[in-house]
């Protein structure tokens, strides 16, 4: 084979897999996050929502909760691969007080809109070392959609 028909060969199979392959720019990690002061012993019913509407492309998502920058991993639910459809969803993500110092509930949930809610729980996610007479810290807490790319 001679070198310029290799040349040619070696650009039309670059050229065919980069119009099979997403471009990147197209599957970026979405967020859905939060930085505010959370109480460490509130009211019973002192919850904190956060809600986004989001158009997705078809396509497989690691969806995974995190606080403070650390992605949760709570008995297999967090994170967790998903399949989406691509079409607009209402994405929620909310902290409810888990009844203990420092404990709370993380629960994330995409609605198409069609009674096709998926949700990810996470219970008793903890705050480590919360200063001795603290009532309050700053927390950045949140969901995360990332594209698994194959």
């Known amino acids: 084979m001679n ?3 290799r040349i040619v060969l070696g650009a039309a199979i670059v050229a065919g897999l980069m119009a099979v392959a997403p471009s990147a720019s197209a599957y970026s ?3 859905l996050e939060r930085s505010q002061p959370i109480a460490v012993y509130p009211a019973p019913d002192a919850n904190t929502c956060q809600t986004r509407t989001i158009t997705l ?8 909760n995190f606080m403070q920058g650390q992605t949760i991993n709570y008995n297999g639910q967090s994170p967790r691969d998903i399949y989406l459809v691509g079409d607009t969803y ?3 993500v909310c902290l409810y007080y888990g009844g203990t110092k420092g404990v ?3 629960f994330s ?3 198409r809109g069609n009674s096709n809610v998926a949700t990810l ?3 008793d996610v903890f705050f480590d070392n919360v200063p001795e ?3 309050a810290l700053t927390v950045d807490w949140g969901s995360q959609l990332v594209p698994l790319h194959a």
């Open 57 to 64: 492309a078809g396509y497989w998502y690691e969806w995974r």
């Open 109 to 111: 949930y995409l609605d």
């Open 104 to 106: 709370y509930d993380e």
């Open 133 to 135: 007479g603290a009532t």
């Open 121 to 123: 729980d996470d219970p």
């Open 90 to 92: 209402t994405w929620k």
């Open 29 to 31: 990690t979405a967020k």
């Open 3 to 5: 070198k310029r028909f």
